[in-house]
């Protein structure tokens, strides 16, 4: 049973994502919240499998919230999915870079929420790298020397694993990645899960704009 928290400051969305997800067999709602801070509170206490963020809301806004739980290591379980208006494409880069594992539209169809839920849960990506890069290439500026963000878990990875992120970075699957370095599939996963270990991501989309905040490849560029 996939346990949902419904993080919205509209009561009636709320209530409409509820009834939708209460009623899809396998899944359960462990609780709503109208604000960032609410939200922060439940996750605490209820350890969601999932929760559904919205991005503007009193209080504390859902990245910043996004924020406080993907930092705490008590929560690394709890994945988190942001809702999203066609309007907000910046906001879902800040989202991203905070923690979350992808957004669905609040317009979505509920076949698209239900994905869109279980694939979080399952610890994939909602996101895809390319279109990643797409928000990255739109929203974020090339790095300054002085801007950069270089973690120092950068060090810690091989040669071929600054290697295999480039391509990541570059919005490469797993698959192509393994057609461009000649190596099977499963070894290009092996090593992009560990590099989201060693770098602390939570999914590709976090590795993606690792590259680009770290000036390892500039936005804009092929």
């Known amino acids: 049973m996939i346990s949902v928290l419904i993080v919205d400051d509209q009561s009636l969305i709320r209530t409409a994502v509820g009834e939708l997800v209460s009623h899809e067999p396998g899944f359960e ?11 922060v509170e439940a996750v605490r206490a209820l ?25 705490d290591p008590a929560l690394a379980g709890t994945r988190i999915v942001i809702l999203t208006t066609f309007e907000e494409d910046e906001y879902v880069l ?6 979350a594992s992808g957004f669905v539209g609040k317009g979505s169809e509920p076949a698209g929420l239900m994905h869109a839920i ?12 390319r279109a990643t890069k797409a928000l990255i290439d739109r929203y974020l500026a090339p790095a300054s020397p002085a801007t950069l963000v270089v973690p120092p878990e950068l060090a810690q990875l091989t040669d071929r694993e600054r290697e295999i992120l480039l391509l990541v970075g570059r919005g490469l699957s797993n698959a192509e990645i393994a057609q461009a370095l000649v190596i099977s599939p499963s070894t290009a996963k092996t090593h992009v899960n560990r590099m989201m270990s060693k770098l602390g991501a939570h999914d590709r989309a976090q590795l993606v704009i690792t590259v680009y905040e770290s000036g390892l490849l500039v936005p804009g560029q092929p």
């Open 118 to 129: 279980r694939t979080a849960y399952e610890g994939e990506a909602l996101l895809s790298p």
């Open 94 to 99: 800040q989202a991203l870079r905070a923690g």
């Open 29 to 39: 709602i462990a609780g709503s919240a109208a604000n960032g801070r609410e939200a």
């Open 47 to 71: 350890h969601p499998d999932v929760v559904l963020m919205d991005i503007r809301m009193p209080v504390m806004d859902g990245i910043q919230a996004t924020q406080a739980i993907c930092d």
